[in-house]
């Protein structure tokens, strides 16, 4: 699979995780089809953004302006969740490449406005990183 598809996916499990607060791997077994199997990137958003959603929130919450998390739609803070988690602890992946594909979803999945937001988000997420390194 595609690590596109398997964004997608993980957007899919983590966006039911939130809601229904139910375990990585049965959000993932949700999103596939029938006799297919998780990859291991997919497996590693889900578990990884889970795991480590503490630091991924806290980071996020530094960075909204004017916002804070549960204001935010759920397909908006669960991309945001999701790419803070790959440009924080996904090393081979360059952060550029991990925000466009957040851009990419939100446009997808957001609405109107979420690709613009998302984009202004991680770009002060990215900015942070940086200075941090």
Excluded: Y
């Amino acid at each position: 699979m595609k690590r596109s598809e398997s964004r997608k996916k993980a957007l899919q499990a983590i966006f039911q995780m939130d809601l229904s607060d139910i375990a990585p791997d049965e959000a993932i077994t949700n999103v596939l089809e029938e006799g297919e199997k998780p990859d291991d990137f997919l497996s590693s958003i889900v578990f990884g953004t889970k795991e480590h959603q503490e630091e991924i929130d806290s980071t996020l919450k530094s960075h909204l302006e004017k916002w804070s998390l549960d204001r935010l739609g759920t397909v908006d803070r669960t991309i945001l969740r999701m790419t803070v988690f790959e440009m924080m602890f996904v090393e081979e992946i360059p952060v550029n490449v991990s925000m466009n594909e957040a851009i990419e979803l939100a446009k997808t999945f957001g609405d109107d406005k979420s690709s613009g937001f998302i984009n202004a988000v991680l770009s002060k997420v990215k900015t942070t990183i940086e200075n941090n390194a």
